[in-house]
């Protein structure tokens, strides 16, 4: 069946340091992948999406580029903070049973120190 | 506007307990998710309504009943939880059954 792989983390990086958490997919058709953050306490919030191939997500600073030839979707930021401290889940929609359906990969944990 | 409103924020109960979890959003989105999400794994797919009608149950135990009384409306059901049940209780709805999924808060589940 379809799957996600990421890096497992967690990431320990300082302030203004450049982010790459790494994110491959296993899956048969087109899905739609997207990266979801958690921060502490709190419920996943949708960080960016892309729908096909070559696509480019981006939202907050953060950008990930949907690609097929490698089956890859790593999330990158140039220069991180302190707030963004949080997991960070790499997803995609599997269409099964007339339904679809969210995988996710295990989380990655980041840590941003001052 | 993507909110979707999970009330309570923290639930403690006993075994014998009867208790239930809310959620409600209102972006006009007819699909409706339960997630249950244990500490440091991905969230797990419980169940799942499209247009208010049961689409998927993920082999979920007899002891969690959904409910999606109309279209804005998703309650979670329990009785007699297991310790084991405690967890993070997460919904999320989107738009129709192939749209981008937005998720509540989450409710914390702690059964005694």
């Known amino acids: 069946g379809n799957s996600v792989t990421q890096m497992e983390g967690p990431v320990t990086l300082s302030e203004e340091a450049f982010l790459t958490i790494n994110c491959t997919y296993t899956?048969?058709?087109?899905?739609?992948l997207f990266w979801y953050v958690q921060y502490p306490g709190e419920g996943l919030q949708l960080l960016l999406k892309?729908?096909?191939?070559?696509d480019k997500g981006s939202n907050k600073g953060f950008e990930a580029t949907y690609r097929k030839e490698t089956t890859s979707f790593h999330l990158e930021k140039g220069s991180v903070q302190v707030s963004d401290s949080a997991v960070y889940f790499c997803?995609?929609?599997?269409?099964?049973?007339?339904?679809?359906?969210?995988?996710f990969g295990k989380g990655t944990k980041l840590t941003v120190n001052p | 506007d993507t909110e979707v409103t999970q009330t309570p924020k923290h639930l403690v109960m006993g075994m014998t307990n009867k208790k239930s979890l809310k959620c409600e959003q209102h972006?006009?989105?007819?699909?409706m998710y339960w997630y249950k999400q244990k500490a440091k794994k991905p969230p797990e797919l419980m169940f799942v309504?499209?247009?208010?009608?049961?689409?998927i149950n993920e082999s979920v135990p007899s002891r969690f009943s959904p409910e999606c009384p109309n279209s804005s409306l998703l309650n979670l059901h329990l009785h007699a939880l297991q310790p084991e049940d405690s967890a993070l209780y997460l919904c999320?709805?989107?738009?129709?059954?192939?749209?981008?999924?937005?998720f509540g808060p989450g409710t914390r589940l702690t059964v005694l």
């Open positions: 892309a729908t096909k191939a070559d």
């Open positions: 999320a709805s989107s738009e129709s059954i192939a749209g981008t999924q937005y």
């Open positions: 899956a048969t058709g087109y899905p739609s």
């Open positions: 972006m006009g989105h007819r699909a």
């Open positions: 309504y499209s247009y208010e009608k049961l689409s």
């Open positions: 997803a995609l929609s599997d269409f099964q049973g007339g339904s679809e359906k969210l995988v």
